[in-house]
């Protein structure tokens, strides 16, 4: 067969350009197949579960909603089984982040402790600090909390006598909130006042998940148009998918007017909130909480893996062996979001500009000797 000189020409190009390429892979395959991974991981991921998502309105949006500083004198961090945790993160890194989704409580887990010997800031404390609503429900929502409180709180108490208690406590708030008539512009001056706190990186790590629409879902017994406007303040929810919010919803007239707050979670209901029968799951999920019973929230996702973290008060040490039984990893003292941000990092399986843990945060984490322990399990 006879063979022109132009496609002798063009067989040899070709030839030539295949061999190029494939020494070109041989040399840099590592770090071409990371590109390829990353670039993957790069773009957000597709919404999921829209048919679940709510709208749900709030106040405003705050301009300087503050971030606590890093506890650095105080925060402890308590792992429960370092090479049972090792496992479950080694699992979960295979998967890699299209099989991870994150679950967490609202009230002081996103948002922080407060000082000590003060009563904490929930959603609901906002308002019971502010002095722009009635004496009437002041006292009225002292009272009922004062009295369930406790019982929420209580670690050792059965779960059908905590449901009693909370299904009480909730009616009768919601008849409290009903008969006040809030606005918006209260509701926001009510945040503004109170002080409330979100933990220290969280602003950081919730523009991480953003970044990538990892599916984020919070799970609340807080008062919804007070919370998204805590998050709407470091985050814009509206480009984040897969961000979902389930909490007590409150609902405006056309005037701007709370005019009914539909209790819809509770301590012991948040566990069906989110589940496998309605929900297209993940198979690896993260839960943050900063009481026991929010490890509860796990019971209905019928996943492989869970890595759960527990911030936890001070004068509760004494349940650190039990609660260990329970929870991965203890944060203690008015615990930070670094923790959280790194494991995000190491699930990853790099650091991308996504995730990438930056500022003082990064420096905390690298040098502070309370996160050795944790950078011992994440160098592997």
């Known amino acids: 067969m006879n063979i022109s000189s132009n496609h002798k020409a063009l067989l040899m190009g070709l030839l ?10 041989s040399k840099y395959k590592k770090q ?10 790069y773009l957000p991921f597709e919404p999921v579960n829209q048919h679940k998502k709510r709208v749900v309105e709030g106040c405003g949006v705050l301009s300087d909603m503050k971030e606590k500083d890093h506890d650095s004198e105080n925060e402890g961090i308590f792992i429960s089984d370092k090479e049972h945790l ?3 993160l080694a699992h979960m890194r295979k998967e890699g982040l299209q099989e991870l989704q994150i679950l967490s409580d ?17 959603t609901f404390g906002v308002i019971a600090k502010s002095k722009r609503v009635s004496q009437k429900y002041l006292d009225d929502m002292t009272a009922l909390y004062q009295h369930y409180s406790p019982y929420e709180k209580d670690s050792t108490i059965d779960k059908e006598t905590l449901v009693k208690y909370v299904t009480e406590w909730y009616s009768k708030t919601a008849e409290c909130f009903r008969n006040e008539h809030m606005t918006k512009e209260l509701l926001l001056e009510a945040i503004h006042d109170s002080g409330v706190a979100l933990r220290y990186n969280f602003k950081q790590f919730v523009n991480a ?3 990538i629409n990892l599916p984020f879902y919070v799970i609340s017994g807080g008062v919804s148009p007070i919370i998204m406007s805590c998050l709407e303040s470091v985050v814009c929810t509206k480009k ?4 979902f919010l389930f909490s007590q919803e409150g609902y405006f ?3 701007g007017v709370l005019v009914d707050l539909q209790m819809n979670v509770n301590t012991c209901s948040k566990h069906e909130k989110v589940n496998s029968k309605e929900f297209n799951l993940r198979k690896n999920t993260l839960i943050f909480g900063d009481l026991h019973h929010d490890i509860y929230m796990k019971n209905e996702l019928d996943g492989e893996n869970v890595i759960s973290i527990l911030f936890l008060r001070d004068k509760m040490k004494d349940q650190i062996p039990s609660l260990k039984e329970h929870w991965d990893i203890i944060l203690t003292g008015n615990g930070s979001f670094i923790t959280h941000q790194a494991l995000i990092n190491y699930i990853a399986g790099a650091e991308y500009e996504n995730l990438k843990m930056e ?4 420096e905390i984490y690298t040098k502070s000797s309370q996160y050795s322990e944790l950078r011992d399990i994440l160098s592997n």
Not at 32 to 41: G, I, P, S, V, W
Not at 240 to 243: A, L, Q
């Open 106 to 122: 609202y009230d002081q887990t996103i948002t922080a402790f407060g000082c000590p010997n003060e009563q904490e800031i929930s």
């Open 86 to 88: 090792k496992r479950k």
């Open 359 to 362: 500022g003082e945060a990064k």
């Open 240 to 243: 984040f998918s897969n961000f």
């Open 209 to 211: 998940l953003q970044h």
């Open 16 to 25: 030539g350009g295949s061999i190029v390429s494939l020494l070109i892979w």
């Open 32 to 41: 071409l197949k990371e590109m390829m991974r990353l670039k993957k991981y």
């Open 253 to 255: 007239d056309e005037k």
